[in-house]
């Protein structure tokens, strides 16, 4: 994710989550929370279950979002020359006063406004981590319907719609190593149809919590099991096709690894003293039961989020 | 053992929450079923449903954070703060791709084994295969290391305190904290998905407890770093190898046999270096090592003026009856070496502490009127020799400058000495928060010509803009002397450092000066090599600054006093010269007994 990206992302982020943005530029959001966001980003849990068992009017955090450091930073920095005239300026008084104030505990909160944190969101930050996680919390498991067209609404007939059964899955093949996949199922829960790159399919349309006016649904002509069951049946059969040499490298260094230790541990088990032996032969255990650890090639699937969808037409 | 990737327990009513399924002879897909049972939870009642939107960005999220490949580097992308060095990329490409994440990372001292572990852990941790990661550090590291991950790395480190704090993520502990229980069980009874062991030398004795310990750590994948992999004898690197890949060398007599001649000379080095080669990588610095800027030391000589001199000699006389009276206990006098030590700094300094040692004492006790009677010796005084030099030079470099105290109440007497002057000056001390710390750095780097310190080991304060330090006083301990230059004299510093030495003639603080100076030559020593030396010198009889305490507090006069500190002085210097001739010059670290030339390459590095 590049700067503006992160800043797009962030942006409907908190749009969704209601928050109230004071400023933006294309750098950088100042903003209030809104309390659903507060609870998700601040880490205040205290804070919040104090509110919800109080029933207080909640503050939420006001922050500042920069989504690219640089630009923000060569707006904000208002050049002060090392060399400053002697010529008291504000500024030179304000420093001034600084420095006289380093001395003693004297809190400057007469003139500060309230703290705004700043926090830098780039890649791989912290609180963008954070916003990653929180969208997740709360976009996992959705129930949605088409927005009907408007042009060819008609009050007097009704448009057949079709439930589908989408998930997003996740795909791990991993040793010592690891790569991933991302795969989008749907399956048509009235004929048990099963289409990849779902996702995609729902992008092209507006979706909407609401059943809409003037639509009835196809009956669903297969069990949600069975949908289950298609989708990893499709997701098998595309696996199957794939290049395993990965997992034979890994394996071979499994065997290799879990040789060179047996040669060592069973010399050692040989020449060890009878008190002693049960102690290295538990060790050998457990160096072994690491290593497979560390090699066993694996495949795993696991969903990211999904959802029911209820799309215009029988499929 | 569990894999992390897999999570267990099946639930009964609904069937396995895994499912396994046949991909491969060698390989089984396993479905996680757990969002399946939620959606049909979530349909049953209704809801609740989540946002379209925020669905949407799940998955963008996912997709950014997706690993591509086996084999990128993938942790570069998320380290925009800082950037690595080439030797470092590489040696953590190789770790995670063709070392199977088991390592000895002994590079030469200074360049980066820290950052190379950092980027390990962060590549691991990107890549989901690794969560639980211990970090055993000696005991002094420990904050700076948690810093350096937070800071640089990105990754939420924390350090190990109390025995909750085991159940972080990523914990950076000591060992010998670790070792001992109540700690030593939950450690023991963890499983990590990787751990780091600083300092890994230590570990070369397989007797020793930490050893055993560290051998009992159940864990997938693990570095050791170490600039000294092989300092004394062969099966240090035997052992240490056997604690990452048990019988990567054989057995330990078919190691013996196959490539040791001589505790201290191996045999077919080529094959020994194949062998050392999956498992270990060093770097070293290139010839001309790393090229720093000089350190020019300039002691300047003072005379006190002869109120301050009464001083001295009052407060002198006084310790020392003290000592006498406690009939040669040592362990309580250290307070008032203290007082020595401050006499020579500044009369605030002395002034602060005689007052509460006034309060402390008993109405009844003799010791009173003693006392205050220094503290109207000090009112006598009127001027500060010291200061007045400081000032003197401080106008003559008319630059950036920093000046180094010990004490809390000079740093105060300073500050307000320069103010009288319209001098603008900074304070910074340890007790700071971290952002009143960087608003004095940036009054510092901005308009005010001097910054007064307290403290040197600060977090992370780097002032290569500043070519110009002072040592108001000394402190007693070579490290602090050593922590105080390292701040300005280092990589990044494109002028020659210079260092003044403050130092009263005719006061114990001549003879500090003098071994610091001369004996020890810290000030023109190698990074590194000041550990050696302490550490050989404590080996026989405890710190620098005890023996400092005790010599002066048993010396019977100055002629007495001049002796023995000579005396020390000319151990420190065979110690030094021991060490120094122990290590390769060129090399800048300490002579191995295997070459490991080519377990990795050659850096130049340059300011």
Not at chain 1, 116 to 123: A, G, I, K, W
Not at chain 2, 49 to 72: C, G, N, P, V
Not at chain 2, 323 to 332: K, M, R, T, V
Not at chain 2, 584 to 607: A, C, T, Y
């Amino acid at each position: 994710m590049n700067e503006k990206q992160v800043h797009k992302f962030v942006n409907r982020y908190l749009e969704a989550t209601e928050c109230s943005i004071l400023e933006k530029s294309p750098a950088h959001f100042t903003v209030k929370l809104s309390p659903f966001a507060d609870r998700e980003l601040t880490n205040r849990p205290y804070y919040w279950s104090f509110v919800d068992r109080v029933g207080a009017e909640p503050e939420t955090m006001t922050f500042l979002f920069v989504t690219d450091k640089q630009k923000y930073d060569a707006v904000e920095e208002i050049p002060v020359p090392p060399e400053a005239d002697s010529t008291a300026t504000d500024k030179d008084s304000a420093a001034n006063a600084a420095l006289g104030r380093s001395l003693g505990f004297v809190h400057g909160s007469l003139a500060a406004p309230a703290r705004v944190p700043r926090e830098d969101l780039y890649f791989g930050a912290r609180k963008l981590e954070q916003i990653f996680d929180a969208a997740k919390a709360k976009g996992s498991y959705v129930y949605l319907f088409q927005e009907p067209d408007k042009r060819s609404h008609n009050p007097f007939s009704s448009t057949p719609y079709t439930a589908w059964l989408g998930v997003n899955m996740r795909v791990e093949f991993a040793s010592d190593r690891k790569r991933e996949e991302i795969h989008c199922f749907g399956v048509s829960l009235a004929t048990g149809q099963c289409v990849e790159h779902f996702l995609d399919r729902l992008l092209m349309h507006k979706l909407t919590p609401r059943l809409p006016a003037n639509i009835h649904i196809t009956k669903n002509g297969i069990s949600f099991n069975k949908a289950l069951g298609i989708v990893e049946q499709a997701l098998e059969r595309k696996l199957r096709s794939y290049d395993y040499s990965w997992a034979e490298g890994a394996t071979e260094r499994l065997a290799e690894e879990l040789e060179r230790i047996s040669e060592y541990y069973e010399l050692l088990i040989k020449n060890a003293t009878e008190e002693s032996r049960p102690v290295i032969e538990e060790q050998f255990t457990q160096r072994q039961s690491e290593i497979r650890w560390q090699y066993e090639p694996r495949v795993t699937a696991s969903a990211i989020n999904c959802g029911i969808f209820h799309l215009e037409g029988i499929e | 053992m569990n894999f992390n990737t897999t999570p267990q327990a099946a639930s009964a009513d609904t069937g396995p929450t895994i499912v396994t399924r046949k991909l491969h002879t060698l390989v089984d897909l396993q479905c996680d079923r757990t969002w399946f049972e939620e959606l049909q939870n979530r349909v049953s009642r209704n809801g609740p449903w989540d946002d379209w939107t925020l669905y949407q960005l799940a998955m963008e999220a996912e997709q950014a954070k997706r690993i591509e490949s086996f084999d990128e580097l993938l942790c570069l992308r998320s380290l925009p703060t800082f950037e690595p060095m080439p030797h470092q990329i590489s040696t953590a490409r190789k770790v995670v791709h063709e070392m199977g994440g088991r390592a000895i990372l002994a590079d030469e001292v200074g360049l980066g084994k820290t950052i190379e572990a950092g980027l390990i852990l962060k590549e691991y941790i990107v890549r989901g295969l690794a969560k639980r990661i211990l970090v055993l550090v000696p005991a002094s590291l420990v904050l700076q290391w948690v810093r350096e991950l937070n800071q640089k790395f990105g990754i939420s480190a924390v350090a190990q305190k109390k025995a909750h704090t085991w159940g972080y993520d990523v914990v950076v502990a000591s060992i010998d904290t670790a070792k001992r229980e109540p700690h030593r069980e939950l450690v023991l009874g963890t499983d990590y998905d990787l751990i780091v062991i600083d300092e890994a030398h230590k570990l070369k004795n397989k007797k020793t407890t930490n050893y055993q310990f560290a051998n009992l750590l159940r864990k997938k994948y693990c570095l050791l770093l170490t600039a000294t992999p092989i300092q004394n004898d062969l099966d240090e690197l035997y052992n240490l190898i056997t604690l990452l890949k048990p019988g990567q060398l054989g057995g330990q007599s078919e190691f013996a046999a196959n490539f040791v001649v001589d505790k201290r000379l191996p045999k077919n080095e080529d094959q020994l270096q194949e062998a050392l080669s999956s498992v270990m990588i060093r770097n070293r610095r290139g010839d001309g090592g790393i090229h720093f800027t000089k350190r020019i030391v300039k002691n300047i000589p003072l005379t006190l003026s002869p109120e301050e001199q009464a001083l001295y000699d009052g407060v002198t006389g006084f310790v020392k009856e003290r000592y006498e009276e406690s009939g040669g206990d040592l362990s309580s006098m250290l307070s008032l070496v203290t007082l020595q030590r401050e006499v020579c700094s500044s009369r605030d300094a002395v002034f602060l502490t005689l007052v509460n040692l006034f309060k402390k004492t008993a109405e009844d006790s003799p010791m009173r009127p003693k006392i205050w009677e220094l503290v109207e010796v000090i009112r006598g005084i009127k001027a500060n020799t010291k200061a007045e030099k400081a000032m003197e030079l401080v106008k003559e470099m008319n630059e950036k400058v920093i000046i180094f105290t010990e004490y809390r109440a000079t740093q105060e007497y300073l500050l307000q000495f320069f103010r009288a002057q319209n001098m603008a000056a900074v304070p910074y001390r340890g007790g700071m928060n971290r952002g009143k710390k960087d608003w004095m750095m940036d009054l510092f780097r901005g308009r005010a010509q001097i910054l007064i310190a307290t403290e040197a080991g600060g977090e992370g304060i780097n002032l290569q803009f500043c070519h110009h330090m002072i040592n108001f006083d000394l402190p007693w301990n070579p490290m602090r002397v050593e922590q105080r230059i390292g701040r300005v004299h280092r990589l990044g510093q494109t002028e020659d450092v210079k260092i003044y030495n403050l130092c009263t003639i005719g006061t114990i603080e001549e003879h500090i000066v003098n071994l610091l100076h001369e004996k020890i030559n810290l000030f023109e020593l190698v990074i590194g090599e000041l550990d050696h030396i302490l550490e050989k010198l404590e080996k026989t009889d405890g710190s620098l600054e005890q023996r400092l305490a005790r010599l002066l507090l048993e010396a019977g006069n100055d002629t007495e006093l001049k002796q023995k500190i000579n005396h020390l002085g000319s151990s420190i210097s065979r110690i030094r010269d021991e060490v120094i001739s122990n290590e390769d010059p060129l090399d800048g670290g300490p002579e191995l007994v295997v070459n490991l030339d080519s377990l990795g390459q050659k850096v130049e590095i340059r300011p």
